[in-house]
């Protein structure tokens, strides 16, 4: 199954939700949202299950002519996005990111999570600034990020 989404209104603001995999099948998918989309678009990638090479090809020819006379917002980027975005410069485009998601682990428990860091909030400012201590939901003890932070956060 390929990639869909979900179109609704916030503010001054379209969010557009995407879900499942970007794939081969993003090439029929990506263009039929030039016209249904606005001037303000936030992009909510939260339910994107994967990525492959393809998708990341139908990505990146849809979001070149999508960006021409839009502002777009990124958030809740998962790791597979965050990690597109520190791979293929392009994969970001003009956007500004908003919320991304990170993988830890609990030394302690071996619980895995992701953790939402959110601009103005807690996402660090600049790359060597850290992210601070992200307690395990399941046992409270300090998780520790899957990635090095360093290369993590390269997209800041």
Request: aromatic letters at 10%; glycine letters at 8%.
């Amino acid at each position: 199954m390929g990639v869909s989404g979900q179109i609704s209104k916030t503010g001054e603001w379209e969010k557009l939700t995407l879900f499942g995999d970007i794939n081969e099948d993003a090439d029929v998918y990506f263009p039929t949202l030039l016209a249904a989309l606005g001037k303000n678009v936030i992009v909510n990638f939260r339910e994107v299950s994967s990525i492959n090479s393809c998708g990341v090809r139908a990505w990146i020819t849809f979001l070149r002519e999508f960006e021409v006379s839009r502002s777009i917002v990124f958030e809740e980027c998962t790791p597979d996005i965050i990690s597109q975005i520190n791979m293929i410069p392009n994969f970001r485009g003009k956007s500004t990111m908003n919320s991304v998601y990170a993988s830890y682990t609990c030394q302690n428990c071996g619980h895995a999570q992701n953790h939402l860091f959110t601009k103005g909030q807690n996402m660090p400012a600049s790359v060597g600034e850290g992210a601070g201590e992200v307690p395990c939901k399941k046992c409270g003890k300090p998780s520790e990020m899957d990635e090095l932070e360093e290369e993590f956060f390269a997209w800041l």
